[in-house]
């Protein structure tokens, strides 16, 4: 590999997979073709004990993935496939996703097609400018467009709310997909949750670092149950209690920083 790869940042996408058997393939390319001309692509499907056959399709695409250790130089992409020999939950497989992405910069992708990859570039750039350590992707600003199905909208309002309550952030979306992190950021944080409880956990976590937080609009097309949504009110409440578990408003040092767009 020439030298200046080496030199080149990496972004890891760690995306979890629980029985997406539709959607699997699609979201692959394209995480594959967003243009990122400047830095290496990482992309980290865990296979999360899927049921529907999705587990067989990551084996196959597994074995011809190629060398997985590979750090892609910039423009390359490169595949790591990694599996739980049982479903274990979201945030369980991002830890797993996680502890081996070896990028710079680290986001979590789901598998369905609700969130748009051609985000990347907008929620890379503060990180890259180091004007941010953090950024949450928002579904819910005046840039945002489509909210996505008044319950959830509803409820991802009120679980926000109560995460601020608790830790002092003023965050617009607390249960986005789109998390952005630097790695060392990630690092420093020690995770347990294993199913939804991962979003408020990681956002108390991150409150009490010495960090800059940004958010910066995304786009969103909310699926609904027929379209193989699993996410349910128990979950709903299972955030609640993490909210309240995890959140320290008083150990607060991390900042809000303003980015460009969130209120066009
Ligand atoms: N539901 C569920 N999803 C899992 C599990 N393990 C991994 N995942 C993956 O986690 C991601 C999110 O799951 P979804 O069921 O789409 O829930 P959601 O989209 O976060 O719900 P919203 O926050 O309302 O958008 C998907 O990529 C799933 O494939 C699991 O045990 N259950
Ligand atoms: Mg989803």
Not at 202 to 214: C, E, K, W, Y
Request: with cysteine; glycine share 10%.
């Amino acid at each position: 590999m020439p030298p200046q790869d080496e030199n080149t940042a990496v972004l890891s996408a760690v995306i979890p997979v629980y029985n997406e058997l539709d959607t699997w393939r699609e979201l692959l390319a394209r995480v594959e073709n967003v243009p990122l001309p400047d830095i290496g692509r990482q992309i980290i499907l865990v296979d999360d004990g899927s049921t529907d056959g999705t587990g067989e399709q990551l084996r196959e695409f597994a074995d011809a993935c190629g060398d997985q250790g590979r750090r892609p130089g910039a423009g390359q992409v490169c595949c790591k496939v990694v599996f739980h020999d049982r479903n274990r939950g979201k945030g369980a497989a991002l830890r797993t996703g996680f502890a081996s992405a070896d990028g710079d910069v680290v986001v979590v992708q789901d598998a369905d097609l609700e969130y748009d990859p051609n985000d990347y570039p907008r929620l890379l750039a503060p990180l890259l400018a180091g004007e941010a350590d953090v950024v949450y992707g928002t579904r819910f600003s005046p840039g945002s467009g489509r909210k996505g199905y008044l319950g959830n909208y509803l409820a991802n309002k009120l679980l926000t709310w109560l995460s601020n309550l608790t830790t002092g952030l003023k965050l617009s979306d607390m249960e986005t997909c789109y998390k952005m992190f630097r790695r060392d950021v990630l690092r420093q944080l020690s995770l347990e949750q294993d199913r939804f409880g991962f979003e408020p956990e990681v956002t108390a976590g991150i409150a009490r670092l010495d960090i800059r937080i940004g958010e910066v609009p995304i786009s969103y097309h909310g699926r609904s149950r027929r379209e193989g949504k699993k996410i349910g009110w128990k979950d709903g409440v299972q955030a609640i209690r993490c909210i309240f578990r995890y959140g320290r408003r008083s150990r607060r040092r991390a900042k809000m920083v303003e980015l460009p767009g969130k209120d066009d």
